[in-house]
Structures are given as structure tokens and as C-alpha cells.
């Protein structure tokens, strides 16, 4: 494993190492927990996912993709956007200049996620109002189970600071939007709403092919509570303050039953 891991990360880079390190185990048929390499591939071009949404009626914010070295075309989205990387994970390239108002900071956004990241720009139709997301756990007979919604509170965020999980916001802890960006599982929604967001993340979990533990972001939208898939994330974050666990303790599970399940369901799927 460690060979493994050197060589993968000497070519691609510790972003892009679960791809080609879950393709390995399964040439070899070693055992692994959660999704597999070609789920991790689709998962993390967003593109690619939010083609399998709309395909399959999961509601998504309108968008288009702009690729490395294309212009951004005439379109018919609606102000205010949001422009990220098309190919990254934990909010990298997201900072509250990611939100734009006018085709002319658009294009400088496009640009600047081209010149930085060296890859596509994903823009889409900004929804204001709360963002929340559905933690997923597997069974053992290989479907999910929707655990209890969590959210993330805007309502301590300084003045001015647009309501995004940014990087800032998530990874640096010094930061005050780090501060102010406040985890709340489970969320106060209504209990219609709660099963709806549920629903839809099984159905966006099982599109995408995760397996064993995921989770699902989304935003409701404030003027009527609908509810918008942002991304299925396959391998979640399993430390102990992590969104995930938050969301497996709050159904009632202790952290270590949380990893032992996860362990099982990958041991009860080559069983199968």
C-alpha cells in the first residue's frame, strides 16, 4: 500500500490519489471501503455529475461548463452565479469572489479558475438560502440509509460575507468565517422537508454509485423551500469533528460503531 501511494501521489498529487489507488485494489482484489474508482472519477467532475442529475430528474442549479481555453458563451442564466473548478473537492477554488453579479465579473472569474486550477469552470445559478447536506450510511445489503440532515448557520457571519462554504470557511480555523460558519445537526427543518432532502440524497447516493458512506450538499432555496443537489460526495471526511460523524452520532451510533459498520458493509459486499 504505501508503494502504491508513493507512486500515485509522485505522478497525480494527494488530490487526485483515491481514483487510481481504488483501481489498483481492484486489479489486485484487495477489499477497500467505500465507493468505487469509477464513482471517484464521476463524483469529482462535477460536470459529469450534474449531467447524471439532470438526466434522472435530480433537481440541480441551472449551469454551464466553460472548459480551458473557451470563452464563456451566451447563456441564459440568471445573476447572481457561482463559478467554481469543475475538477476539485473540499471548496478548493471557492472564496466569496466566486459569487457574481454581472457578465463582466463572470468572465474574470472564468478566467481566474482557468489560469489557477488549469481546468474547466463550472458556473451556476447561485440558490439563496440555507445550505444543508445528507449524510448516507450503507447497509448490509448493499443500499443506504439517509441519516439525520445537518446544516451549516450563516447567522453569525460578518456583514458582507456571502452564505458559501468557502475554503476559508471550512479549513482555515483562524479565519472568522471559519468561526461563524456553525454546524447544526439535525437540522430545524420541517419534518416534510427533512424526508424530502433525504430522499433525494438515496437517490443522488445510489445514481452515483456510492458505497459504504457519503454524503450529499445541498442548498433550499429561500422563497419556496426547494431543494437543489449541489454534489454527491463519495468518502467522505470520517474524523471525529467531521460533518459525517456528526450526523452518524446524532442517529444514535457512537463513532467507533460508525467505522466498524463501514468496515462490514465492505466485508459483507465481497461476500455477496
Known amino acids: 500500500p504505501d508503494a502504491i501511494f508513493n507512486l500515485c501521489e509522485s505522478v497525480l ?7 487510481p489507488i481504488a483501481g489498483v485494489y481492484e486489479l489486485f482484489d484487495v477489499s477497500y471501503t467505500g465507493a468505487p474508482a469509477l464513482t471517484l472519477g464521476i463524483a469529482l467532475n462535477k460536470a459529469i455529475a450534474k449531467a447524471i442529475f439532470v438526466a434522472n430528474g435530480i433537481p440541480t442549479p ?11 458563451p451566451k447563456h441564459d442564466l440568471h445573476f447572481p452565479l457561482i463559478v467554481k473548478p469543475i475538477a476539485e473537492d473540499a471548496s478548493i477554488g471557492i472564496d466569496n469572489n466566486s459569487i457574481v453579479y454581472s457578465e463582466h ?3 474574470e472569474r ?45 447567522d453569525t457571519m460578518p456583514e458582507g460575507n456571502p452564505h458559501i462554504v468557502s475554503y476559508e470557511a471550512k479549513w482555515v480555523e483562524e ?9 447544526q445537526c439535525p437540522a430545524d427543518l420541517e419534518p ?25 450538499d445541498m442548498r433550499m432555496r429561500d422563497t419556496d ?16 469533528d467531521a460533518g459525517f460523524i456528526r450526523s452518524a452520532i446524532t ?11 463501514i468496515a462490514e458493509c465492505a466485508l459483507g459486499r465481497r461476500s455477496r
Do not use: C, W
Open 13 to 19: 498529487g494527494k488530490a487526485e490519489l483515491e481514483m
Open 62 to 72: 441551472r449551469h454551464i461548463t466553460v472548459y480551458k481555453g473557451d470563452e464563456v
Open 105 to 107: 465579473s463572470l468572465q
Open 110 to 154: 472564468v478566467a481566474f479558475i482557468h489560469n489557477e486550477f488549469k481546468e474547466g469552470a463550472l458556473v451556476e445559478e447561485f440558490i439563496d438560502g440555507r445550505e444543508i447536506n445528507v449524510a448516507v450510511l450503507g447497509t448490509m445489503t448493499g443500499g443506504f440509509e439517509a441519516l439525520p440532515v445537518s446544516e451549516i448557520l450563516f
Open 175 to 183: 479565519s472568522p468565517l471559519y468561526k461563524t460558519t456553525v454546524p
Open 192 to 216: 416534510a422537508i427533512a424526508q424530502a432532502a433525504q430522499a433525494l440524497a438515496l437517490k443522488a447516493a445510489d445514481l452515483l454509485g456510492l458505497r459504504d458512506y457519503g454524503r450529499v
Open 225 to 240: 423551500n426547494a431543494l437543489f443537489v449541489l454534489e454527491a460526495n463519495p468518502n467522505p471526511d470520517i474524523s471525529r
Open 251 to 261: 442517529s444514535g451510533r457512537s463513532y467507533e460503531q460508525t467505522l466498524v459498520h
